[in-house]
């Protein structure tokens, strides 16, 4: 009885996880897949699909290998090519499900501005900035963002556009999506993990009673 009792509640518990969390496909966020051309950068221009996943827009981006240290893996991107360029994916979303989008900021140290200004969002786009004084090449500086948004349909798409009207743009790599689990299902797991507590405790100490009955 307490075998199916604790099948029960692990069954109960998976199913009030996210299932957003596996339903978001979501791909490439650091820049590592697809048919870079260059050592050093590459020119991607609007409408190519040379980045996996990954659409460009605007005027073009830097997709960058070892030209500067990247924050993870070997590649990154300016988001200004020859001008303002973006990148935007579109991924499976849940409608009502919170995703939080976390991402890596630095900026090309080549030329100005020093402020890197670029908007990013999902749906609705909000203004963001990097400060580039002091960095360089070997020291980039790069530095963590996130944000939250809910969902509003199936899909989802996230977009990454230049402000800075110069070819030294905002730089971007590590970009991740992932589900927030709502309060409610946070309780069900720690109700959960307590529950399978409690059982093995009265297990223990039921196979202790035995053992000095014995």
Same mark, same amino acid.
């Given at each position: 009885?307490?075998?199916?009792?604790?099948?029960?509640?692990?069954?109960?518990?998976?199913?009030?996880?996210?299932?957003?969390?596996?339903?978001?496909?979501?791909?490439?966020?650091?820049?590592?897949?697809?048919?870079?051309?260059?050592?050093?950068?590459?020119?991607?221009?609007?409408?190519?699909?040379?980045?996996?996943? *990954?659409?460009?827009?605007?005027? #073009?981006?830097? *997709?960058?290998?070892?030209?500067?240290?990247?924050?993870?893996?070997?590649?990154?991107?300016?988001?200004?090519?020859?001008?303002?360029?973006?990148?935007?994916?579109?991924?499976?979303?849940?409608?009502?499900?919170? %995703?939080?989008?976390?991402?890596?900021?630095?900026?090309?140290?080549?030329?100005?501005?020093?402020?890197?200004? =670029?908007?990013?969002?999902?749906?609705?786009? =909000?203004?963001? #900035?990097?400060?580039?004084?002091?960095?360089?090449?070997?020291?980039?500086? *790069?530095?963590?963002? #996130?944000?939250? $948004?809910?969902?509003?349909?199936?899909?989802?798409?996230?977009? $990454?556009?230049?402000?800075?009207?110069?070819? %030294?743009?905002?730089?971007?790599?590590?970009?991740?999506?992932?589900?927030?689990?709502?309060?409610?299902? *946070?309780?069900?797991?720690?109700?959960?993990?307590?529950?399978?507590?409690?059982?093995?405790?009265?297990?223990?100490?039921?196979?202790?009673?035995?053992?000095?009955?014995?």
């Amino acid at each position: 009885m307490r075998t199916h009792f604790v099948v029960a509640l692990l069954a109960a518990t998976a199913a009030v996880l996210p299932a957003s969390s596996q339903a978001a496909v979501f791909t490439n966020g650091s820049f590592e897949q697809g048919t870079f051309g260059g050592a050093s950068f590459e020119v991607v221009s609007a409408g190519s699909s040379a980045i996996s996943g *990954w659409t460009v827009g605007g005027n #073009s981006v830097d *997709w960058i290998g070892s030209y500067w240290n990247p924050q993870d893996g070997n590649r990154s991107i300016d988001l200004s090519g020859n001008g303002n360029g973006s990148l935007s994916q579109t991924f499976d979303t849940i409608s009502g499900q919170t %995703y939080q989008v976390t991402f890596y900021v630095a900026g090309n140290p080549d030329g100005g501005p020093t402020i890197k200004t =670029f908007d990013r969002g999902v749906d609705v786009l =909000f203004s963001d #900035s990097f400060n580039n004084a002091g960095f360089g090449l070997n020291t980039m500086g *790069w530095t963590l963002h #996130s944000f939250d $948004f809910i969902a509003s349909g199936p899909t989802s798409t996230l977009s $990454f556009f230049s402000t800075t009207g110069t070819a %030294y743009g905002a730089a971007l790599d590590n970009v991740s999506v992932t589900a927030v689990p709502e309060a409610s299902t *946070w309780a069900m797991m720690i109700l959960g993990f307590l529950g399978l507590g409690f059982f093995g405790y009265r297990k223990s100490k039921a196979s202790g009673s035995a053992l000095r009955m014995a």
